[in-house]
């Protein structure tokens, strides 16, 4: 069992008050591809309404991480709880936005009729089509054709089709990977914005130097968890202040 209570309580000046559970929380989580052995007893709680980096280099078991979060993934030993729910629960479908890796949009559809198809998939939207291309800032180009956006906007558009059933999570894999600094950084200024809307994000990415868009950080390494916290506590920790160097310091203290 998780070690700790879905939600919990704290007292503060004798008022009682509810303390929002986690969105995410795994507990030894053990991850095993063919013959090899992913992730390794991965603890790591994930709290609601924050943008959490997934930071590691390639081959550290992000997209697995993500693949276990999303429910697509067997799990070998260990839990995972998704928005108080075990991981691959059918109620979790609305609730979790997840766009892989490789995040395709339908290149002969125009931006809103992409956004029209995916929303055709769910009973409920609380937003219309056009209110979701909005949030992205893509409201100008919703009837140009997917083919002919630039990057960055490409890149919103793949956000917004994650945004269709208005999930409370999101899982973006190196939704940024491709994109040039400025671009970038548009893109985590956007999930900054869905993050302060409630919504909670874990975004992936090998580029160190994203970290500072994040609120909290978790670093991976060979599938297991190097260290979980603000760009801030990890630089305090590790006594380093480019990312790069915090993360080579604490392999080094690992
Ligand atoms: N289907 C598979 N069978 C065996 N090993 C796999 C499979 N898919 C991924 N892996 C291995 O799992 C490790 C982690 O991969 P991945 O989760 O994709 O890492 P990341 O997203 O951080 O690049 C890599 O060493 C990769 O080769
Ligand atoms: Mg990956």
Redesign the pocket.
């Given at each position: 069992m998780l070690p700790c209570a879905t939600a919990r309580f704290a007292t503060v000046d004798s008022r009682t008050i509810t303390v929002v559970s986690a969105a995410i929380r795994a507990f030894n989580l053990n991850v095993q591809?063919?013959?090899?052995h992913?992730l390794h007893d991965l603890t790591v709680e994930i709290p609601r309404g924050v943008v959490m980096g997934l930071l590691?280099?390639?081959?550290?078991?992000?997209?697995?991480?993500m693949r276990s979060i999303a429910g697509l993934q067997r799990i070998a030993s260990g839990e995972i709880h998704v928005l108080d729910l075990p991981a691959a629960s059918k109620p979790l479908r609305s609730k979790i936005g997840y766009s892989t890796?490789s995040a395709s949009v339908y290149s002969d559809l125009t931006c809103i009729q992409n956004i029209r198809y995916f929303a055709s998939l769910y009973l409920h939207n609380e937003k219309t089509p056009e209110e979701i291309l909005e949030d992205v800032d893509l409201s100008r180009n919703a009837d140009q054709m997917a083919e002919s956006l630039s990057g960055g906007e490409r890149a919103r558009l793949a956000l917004a089709t994650t945004l269709v059933g208005s999930p409370d999570l999101l899982i973006l894999d190196e939704p940024t990977v491709g994109l040039d600094p400025v671009l970038r950084v548009q893109l985590w200024k956007l999930f900054n914005k869905l993050a302060a809307q409630g919504k909670t994000l874990l975004v992936?990415s090998?580029v160190m130097d994203e970290a500072d868009s994040c609120h909290q950080l978790i670093l991976?390494r060979d599938?297991r968890v190097l260290a979980q916290g603000t760009p801030a506590e990890l630089r305090l920790r590790s006594g380093k202040s480019r990312m790069d160097e915090v993360f080579i310091s604490l392999i080094g203290a690992a």
């Amino acid at each position: 069992m998780l070690p700790c209570a879905t939600a919990r309580f704290a007292t503060v000046d004798s008022r009682t008050i509810t303390v929002v559970s986690a969105a995410i929380r795994a507990f030894n989580l053990n991850v095993q591809r063919g013959k090899n052995h992913i992730l390794h007893d991965l603890t790591v709680e994930i709290p609601r309404g924050v943008v959490m980096g997934l930071l590691g280099p390639s081959g550290s078991g992000k997209t697995t991480f993500m693949r276990s979060i999303a429910g697509l993934q067997r799990i070998a030993s260990g839990e995972i709880h998704v928005l108080d729910l075990p991981a691959a629960s059918k109620p979790l479908r609305s609730k979790i936005g997840y766009s892989t890796q490789s995040a395709s949009v339908y290149s002969d559809l125009t931006c809103i009729q992409n956004i029209r198809y995916f929303a055709s998939l769910y009973l409920h939207n609380e937003k219309t089509p056009e209110e979701i291309l909005e949030d992205v800032d893509l409201s100008r180009n919703a009837d140009q054709m997917a083919e002919s956006l630039s990057g960055g906007e490409r890149a919103r558009l793949a956000l917004a089709t994650t945004l269709v059933g208005s999930p409370d999570l999101l899982i973006l894999d190196e939704p940024t990977v491709g994109l040039d600094p400025v671009l970038r950084v548009q893109l985590w200024k956007l999930f900054n914005k869905l993050a302060a809307q409630g919504k909670t994000l874990l975004v992936s990415s090998h580029v160190m130097d994203e970290a500072d868009s994040c609120h909290q950080l978790i670093l991976l390494r060979d599938g297991r968890v190097l260290a979980q916290g603000t760009p801030a506590e990890l630089r305090l920790r590790s006594g380093k202040s480019r990312m790069d160097e915090v993360f080579i310091s604490l392999i080094g203290a690992a």
